[in-house]
């Protein structure tokens, strides 16, 4: 039987799937229904010390279907980081620390370009007991203007000092989570790793524009009939997110062993959370499939992940992470490989026409080889 349980940079969780931060990580009450359904740790969605920044638009969601089957597999948001007032946030981390003593609780801090600010956050949480910290560098929408979110994690000088900050004062484990809206993510990655970030997380939200209504000519989501670019999300985004966090695994193996990677993008199924961990990821967030079909969704998560484990005999996390790497290779090394097997093949092909002695006409009869001739001719 498959354990799930695993360790990740000392935090002892009962399986590898994570709330990613977002709407399911919103508040103490959220929180706690997460770890009741048996979810492996828990990412409060995004705080800041100055809430009242923070102003939402209704609506903010708009969502991509199958013309088929009307499933929802793209989702975009133009949702902010928490409006709730920090101090509410304190109270709350404290709350659930107290009923959830042993159960893994991560805030994800977001703060402007100023170093007193992100050591202030990052100390007064500790003090609310937390168990580690995810640095948002990544958010794609709504405040890069104050040089939140994505603005430092576009620019890896800005990420590496702004990391430096928070390594100096903090006592728990740090991940950076990274923005794919660049174009080679190992840049901001290395310069977290620099830092001394204990990890990484990947990916957050594409930016992106979900679409055009033809009836009204707005794009949506429309708010009083204008909108901006929000994060893309769900399903549509996975083989983007499993590329990027296989990128950012090469990189810890080759230049940071020990650190570690959480993988995030359109996970919904224990066969998603495979590939991903198989690609080098520790631990898997979910964030929008919770959104879709609520926290119960662990349960078949758990079971999916566990089946595919036993029928491979993986007894932990730990025996398969990573595996897949090995098979990722250069497009010049894919030619040579076909051109050898190709060549292999032939090679075996033309030895086996020397060893057949069927005959296809009659001036092939031999006097030395006529009875093994005539037995190649026969059935049976």
């Given amino acids: 039987m498959a354990n799930l349980e695993t360790t990740v940079n ?3 969780l009962p399986n590898p799937f994570v709330i990613g931060s977002g709407p399911p990580g ?19 969605k995004t705080i800041s010390l100055e809430a009242e920044k923070v102003i939402n638009v209704q609506p903010r969601y708009a969502r991509l279907r199958s013309r088929e089957s009307q499933e929802i597999f793209g989702w975009e948001n133009i949702e902010l980081i928490s409006d709730r007032k920090f101090d509410v946030w304190i109270d709350e981390f404290k709350e659930t620390k107290n009923k959830y003593p042993d159960r893994i609780l991560i805030a994800s801090i977001m703060e402007e370009y100023r170093k007193d600010a992100w050591v202030e956050i990052v100390q007064r949480c500790e003090e609310a ?19 939140m979110g994505s603005a430092m994690g576009e620019n890896p000088e800005l990420a590496k000092e702004v990391c ?8 728990v484990p740090v991940w950076a989570k990274m923005t794919p809206n660049v174009t080679r993510i190992q840049d ?26 033809l009836k009204t000519l707005r794009p949506e989501p429309s708010v009083e009939g204008y909108t901006t670019p929000g994060g893309y999300s769900c399903q549509a985004i996975k083989p983007i997110a499993l590329r990027m966090c296989m990128e950012v695994a090469q990189l810890i193996h080759e230049e940071f062993p020990g650190r570690t990677l959480s993988g995030i993008g359109g996970v919904e199924t224990g066969e998603d959370a495979a590939q991903f961990i198989l690609l080098g990821c520790d631990t898997v967030q979910v964030c929008t499939g919770v959104m879709k079909r609520g926290y119960g969704i662990i349960k078949p998560m ?5 089946t595919f484990m036993d ?29 050898e097997a190709r060549a292999a093949k032939k090679a075996e ?8 002695k069927m005959i296809r006409e009659d001036a092939s009869w031999t006097g030395e080889d006529f009875v093994k001739q005539s037995d190649a001719l026969s059935r049976g």
Avoid: Y
């Fill in 311 to 339: 029928s491979h005999s993986f007894g932990s996390i730990e025996d398969f992470k990573g595996h897949s790497l090995q098979f990722f290779t250069t497009h010049a090394e894919l030619v040579r490989l076909q051109a």
């Fill in 302 to 306: 758990l079971e999916e992940l566990s």
């Fill in 26 to 44: 919103t508040n103490a009450n959220v929180i706690g229904k997460a770890f009741d359904e048996g979810w492996g740790a828990v990412i409060a």
């Fill in 129 to 147: 007991g937390v168990d580690a910290f995810e640095l948002n560098l990544s958010c794609p929408h709504g405040l890069p203007e104050r040089r």
């Fill in 10 to 12: 000392g935090l002892k």
């Fill in 164 to 171: 430096g900050w928070v390594m100096d004062v903090a006592k």
């Fill in 349 to 356: 092909f033309e030895a086996k026409a020397a060893d057949d």
């Fill in 188 to 213: 901001p990655s290395r310069a977290a790793l620099e830092a001394g970030c204990d990890g990484i997380s990947a990916i957050n939200t594409i930016r992106s524009v979900l679409g055009v209504d």
